[in-house]
């Protein structure tokens, strides 16, 4: 059963020109329980006073396990959006009310393959953030496991959290980061850039059934297109993990 309760925003600060990252606890004190992957729901009210709710992936780096004080999430600017305006506009201080977690876009402690393929577009990448944790302990293990993360964006601006990626890739053997750029490189690029759509950059890597688990999130195009490339290259459907990440007004 899923807990409602009232979020306090504690910080925040802009990841990007068009997306903000929003820090919140919770106003009874209580730390939120949740499994990397899992989202949260913001519920308000339209100006007609019609209830409405938005989703948001809690993207807080904790141990992985434990239950956290600090909420955190990525919200992006949509034109006259209602959510927008709300959380575009929230101070610290202020207060929304949420419910959760929910979902399932989360790893399975049965999964055994030998690589992990993690694809996503815009706060798509978000839930794979909370998942640091998880994969510093499966490919502490010594077992030639691998994580590859693709991430789509049209430049470097829009790489969100782009620098603690490159940085945890650097740190931790087996985890590489490929930012996918598909309009603009960037001034200085780096050895792992790629250019395209993730998509596309996903045949360079060959997958295979009996060795690659996937996991999409974001844009639902890219989802879509990235989900038919993996039954191609012959992923059945329960090795391809999926989230679409829809932008509502």
């Known amino acids: 059963m899923a807990d409602h309760f009232t979020l306090r925003l504690v910080d925040s600060y802009m990841l990007a020109p068009t997306v903000r990252h929003l820090i919140f606890e919770r106003v ?5 329980a949740f499994v990397p992957g899992q989202f949260l729901q913001v519920h ?3 100006e007609d006073g019609t209830p409405t709710k938005r989703s948001y992936s809690v993207g807080t780096v904790g141990d992985g396990s434990s239950p956290v004080q600090r909420i955190e999430i990525a919200v992006s600017y949509v034109d006259g ?15 929304v ?10 790893l399975q402690d049965g999964d055994t393959h030998p ?49 603690e990626f490159e940085a945890f890739a650097q ?10 750029l598909s309009r603009q490189p960037r001034d200085v690029p780096r050895p792992n850039d790629r250019s395209g759509h993730v998509q596309s950059v996903l045949a360079e890597l060959q997958p295979q059934a009996e060795r690659d688990i996937a996991y999409l999130c974001g844009n639902p195009n890219m989802v879509d297109a990235a989900f038919a490339a993996l039954k191609e290259f012959g992923l059945p459907v329960p090795q391809i993990r999926r989230e679409k990440y829809i932008s509502s007004r």
Do not use: I, W
Not at 28 to 32: A, E, F, K, V, Y
Not at 97 to 106: D, K, L, M, Q, V
């Open 28 to 32: 009874d004190g209580q730390p939120l």
């Open 44 to 46: 308000f009210h339209y």
């Open 81 to 95: 959006g209602a959510a927008t305006k709300l959380l575009g506009e929230l101070q610290a201080g202020q207060t």
């Open 97 to 106: 009310e949420a419910s959760g977690p929910y979902g399932r876009f989360c």
């Open 115 to 163: 690589r992990y393929l993690l694809l996503a577009t815009g706060t798509g990448v978000t839930p794979y953030r909370a998942m640091l944790p998880l994969f510093e302990r499966l490919l502490g293990k010594g077992d030639g496991r691998e994580v590859v993360l693709l991430y789509g964006a049209r430049n470097e601006t829009e790489l969100l959290y782009g620098e």
């Open 171 to 180: 740190r931790v053997p087996g985890f590489t980061f490929h930012g996918c």
